[in-house]
T-cell receptor, first 112, second 115 residues
């Protein structure tokens, strides 16, 4: 099955800085890569996703890049704000079972 | 729309007790799933369903049962609770498993402690 590795496990930045979270996946046939944000005491919420036929996608301060050859994808947050503080999960869609496999999460702390 | 709802929010069980975690969605979604979240382990799939009457196992199915008698409901049953099942449980749903970009919507979670 699919295996997703996520780094770093924690990331501390100053407000206004950029933050980058990286994930690698094992199944070269995976075709869908979403990113979820989980605030304390809540369920994960989709913030951005990318399909395997696209190299980059942007939504305001958030962007995701995908390198299919290297089998890795990254989340970029620019101009970070304290409300960006949360746990972020990457995931990959397993082509064999049509299920999502999640990374172990990154706790992002944005200090004012 | 209420989205995905889960009950209860918190539950404490003794080892060996059984219970059912409830999950319901009002979005007419075909695909529903259960995950458990443990510190440092991310979200791991327990069971999923692609439609009423159809269920399948995920990565960590042992000790759990599911059924899907209606499109709206997908309960998770713990047959004989063990301390290793202490976790936060999330239910999720999406419109279809066939379309690869379908967004999965998560419920607010149930925090379960087994003593």
């Amino acid at each position: 099955g699919e295996n997703v590795e996520q780094h770093p496990s924690t990331l501390s930045v100053q407000e206004g800085d950029s933050a980058v979270i990286k994930c690698t996946y094992s199944d070269s046939a995976s075709n869908y890569f979403p990113w979820y944000k989980q605030e304390l005491g809540k369920g994960p919420q989709l913030i951005i996703d990318i399909r395997s036929n696209v190299g980059e996608k942007k939504d305001q301060r958030i962007a995701v890049t995908l390198n299919k050859t290297a089998k890795h994808f990254s989340l970029h947050i620019t101009e970070t704000q304290p409300e960006d503080s949360a746990v972020y999960f990457c995931a990959a869609r397993d082509s064999g079972y049509s299920t999502l496999t999640f990374g172990k999460g990154t706790m992002l702390l944005v200090s004012p | 729309n209420a989205g995905v709802t889960q009950t209860p929010k918190f539950q404490v069980l003794k080892t060996g007790q059984s219970m059912t975690l409830q999950c319901a969605q009002d979005m007419n979604h075909e695909y529903m799933s259960w995950y458990r979240q443990d510190p440092g382990m991310g979200l791991r799939l327990i069971h999923y369903s692609v439609g009423a009457g159809i269920t399948d196992q995920g990565e960590v199915p042992n000790g759990y049962n599911v059924s899907r008698s209606t499109t709206e409901d997908f309960p998770l049953r713990l047959l004989s609770a063990a301390p290793s099942q202490t976790s936060v449980y999330f239910c999720a749903s999406s419109y279809s498993r066939v379309r690869p970009t379908d967004t999965q919507y998560f419920g607010p979670g149930t925090r379960l402690t087994v003593l």
